[in-house]
């Protein structure tokens, strides 16, 4: 009878982990919060650059939610692997410290890419084809930001270095290099400026992330030369209804100095070919519509453009990308605000599909 007891019991706390107390539905905020809950997110890779695949990540949330009433601290594994020889594995650490006044991002990759190189601007015999790219790399990346006293603005820095073999299967005619294997380094450092009054990090309703970001490299850093970056970023949620929450975004990215092809920006939009739409300049819009149809179910519909430029004297000849697309959400752990589900995207030049935890502009 005891043991027909303490069983019953068991199951019973087992199940409050994955119930919520408000309405009874599958949620896992009590399962992330009780210091002993990992997420596992499974995902198929559909990016078109490097082709069907599949991915995967384990992440620990550090942080009782009861206790914190914040973000929590999250430390996690990634792997992923593609159909083209393409694999990629690592380990990062998020920290939200001191009552969030720190905030605090550690990674480290091991990355064997194989993507489509479409060039950096315009490139003869590039302009529709693509010559494969192999990156052979390392990628080191820390970023901390403090709170301004008790508002919601931001300063910080970021430094990331990646080593790289790189190695082309046919020559290319670009002034940057003259054989077709070469090795290179990244060692950028940057200051930032962010602004985030999201109402939480996962999946937000309301509120805006602003962040500009000046980025220097230079020889005697570790880098290939000397050049500049200026980049902003602009996300806002603005609810409509109780129901229907609309996003914007906007990302621009400006160049300076002599900076290698495979330091430039590159335009990141759903369901766009990564690597195809590069150069010394680039500039990313995007709209989303998030409807909450029953219960914890919501449906989108998004669009977005995206530009990579040589200069604002030459933006007639710019490459442009645009996509339309529509996912579905559940909202999976309501505590921490957060959906996971599934977008499709089709582009100028391709479809593709993905699994999400959050949102699309994780930041």
């Known amino acids: ?35 002993k809950g990992f997420l596992l997110v499974p995902s198929i890779i559909t990016e078109p650059a490097v ?26 594994v990634i792997g992923a692997g593609t159909e083209n020889g393409t694999w990629a594995t690592g380990a990062f650490h998020i920290g939200y410290w001191n009552h969030d006044r720190i905030r605090y991002m550690g990674a480290i990759a091991r990355t064997y890419a194989n993507v489509g190189f479409y060039g950096s601007g315009f490139v003869p015999g590039l302009e529709n084809q693509s010559v494969n790219l192999n990156l052979d790399a390392w990628i080191v990346a820390q970023q901390i930001k403090f709170r301004v006293a008790k508002t919601d603005l931001f300063l910080g820095g970021r430094y990331i270095y990646m080593k790289t073999d790189n190695t082309f299967d046919l020559p290319v005619e670009m002034p940057e290099f003259d054989s077709i294997q070469f090795s290179a380094n990244l060692s950028e450092a940057t200051v930032v400026v962010n602004f985030d009054s999201r109402d939480n990090i996962f999946t937000p309703t309301k509120g805006f992330f602003l962040e500009t970001s000046g980025t220097y490299s230079d020889t005697w850093m570790g880098g290939e030369d000397l ?5 902003v970023s602009l996300i806002g949620y603005f609810p409509a209804t109780s129901k229907l929450i609309l996003g914007l975004r906007h990302e621009s990215s400006y160049t300076f ?23 010394k300049n680039t500039t990313v819009m995007e709209a989303e519509l998030n409807w909450n149809v029953y219960k914890r179910w919501y449906l989108l519909g998004f669009t977005g453009i995206g530009n990579a ?3 604002f004297n030459e933006f007639d000849k710019s490459k442009s990308v645009s996509s339309v697309g529509t996912g579905f959400r559940y909202k999976i752990a309501r505590k921490f605000g957060a959906q996971m589900g599934m977008d499709f995207a089709k582009s100028t030049d391709d479809f593709a599909f993905y699994i999400i935890f959050g949102c699309s502009w994780l930041r």
């Not at 043991?3 to 019991?9: H, K, M, N, V």
């Not at 896992?28 to 919060?33: D, P, T």
């Not at 069907?52 to 996690?76: D, I, L, N, R």
């Not at 290698?260 to 150069?279: D, E, H, S």
């Open 309 to 311: 430029f040589e200069s």
């Open 1 to 35: 009878m005891v043991l027909s007891g303490c069983y019953a019991q068991d199951l019973n706390s087992k199940t409050k982990l994955f119930r919520d107390s408000l309405d009874g539905a599958f949620d896992i905020s009590n399962w992330l919060g009780s210091k």
């Open 257 to 279: 100095g002599n900076v290698p092809f495979w330091a430039r920006p590159i335009v990141v939009l759903r369901g766009a070919p990564k690597m195809k739409y590069q150069n």
């Open 51 to 76: 082709g069907y695949g599949v991915a995967g990540a384990a992440v620990y949330f550090h942080s009782s939610y009861s206790e914190k009433k914040g973000p929590p601290s999250m430390t996690g």
């Open 227 to 231: 050049y500049g970056r200026l980049a």
